[in-house]
């Protein structure tokens, strides 16, 4: 079965640090794979999406960015954080080929705090 | 315009009773999708149901059922006999171009509803 791993759970940086969160997906090959932010008691507003290794779409402009160095590895990172990075951060898979009713499946997230 | 809309911040219902929670979405597609996910408190995002523009019944999947009408543009979530464990925040979410293979890989959320199973 698939199994799709983020880490870490928890993260607390100060403004100006780097990021780095990783996400894992097994038991699948050539996931499309997604970055998403919950700001707290909202909906998901998604940040990345990827179809293949070194593709990469961003939906938002921000100072985030994303890598996908392999076929089931995705990395969201940041040079300098800002406080407005603060939030929920998921990760998420779906199968990369057949019709659009294939479900994205979520990570359990990062809680992100910026000071 | 917002694409998807639930109306209802919070909603509570009583253990064993079924509760509706709504969502309409805001689309020019023919092909499109539904979906409906569970956030409990803890976080991670738990898919529940799938509903296609073309699909003729509602979809149903054990104590949960989709009743969509298409004309109205409403996909609202039905949970039958209500259990302690099912309060969560609930997600409606609408991916467009399902089929064209045009690429679209968005799903686009609704803001939620918060629900709260009562003893």
């Known amino acids: 079965s698939q199994t799709i791993h983020q880490w870490p759970a928890t993260l607390v940086q100060p403004v100006g640090s780097p990021l780095s969160l990783e996400c894992t997906v097994e038991?699948?090959?050539?996931?499309?794979l997604y970055w998403y932010r919950q700001a707290a008691g909202r909906g998901l507003q998604l940040l990345f999406y990827?179809?293949?290794?070194?593709?990469i779409s961003s939906e938002v402009p921000q100072n985030l960015s994303a890598s996908r160095p392999q076929d089931r590895q995705f990395i969201l990172s940041s040079k300098k954080l800002l406080l407005s990075d603060s939030g929920f951060y998921l990760c998420a898979w779906s199968v990369g080929t057949g019709g659009g009713n294939q479900p994205q499946h979520f990570g359990d997230g990062t809680r992100l705090s910026i000071l | 315009a917002q694409k998807i809309t639930q109306t209802q911040p919070g909603m509570f219902v009583q253990e064993k009773e079924a509760v509706t929670l709504d969502c309409t979405y805001d689309t020019s597609d023919q092909s499109y999708g539904l979906f409906w996910y569970k956030q409990p408190s803890s976080g991670e995002m738990i898919f529940l149901i799938y509903?296609?523009?073309?699909?003729?019944q509602n979809a149903t999947e054990g104590r949960y059922s989709l009743n969509f009408q298409k004309a109205r543009k409403s996909a609202n979530l039905v949970i039958s006999a209500s259990q302690l464990g099912d309060s969560a925040m609930y997600f409606c979410?609408?991916?467009?171009?399902?089929?064209?293979?045009?690429?679209?890989?968005?799903?686009?959320f609704g803001k939620g509803t918060k629900l709260s199973v009562i003893p």
């Open positions: 990827s179809v293949g290794i070194g593709q």
């Open positions: 979410a609408m991916r467009e171009r399902e089929y064209s293979g045009a690429g679209s890989y968005q799903l686009t």
């Open positions: 509903q296609g523009s073309y699909d003729e």
């Open positions: 038991g699948t090959s050539n996931p499309n």
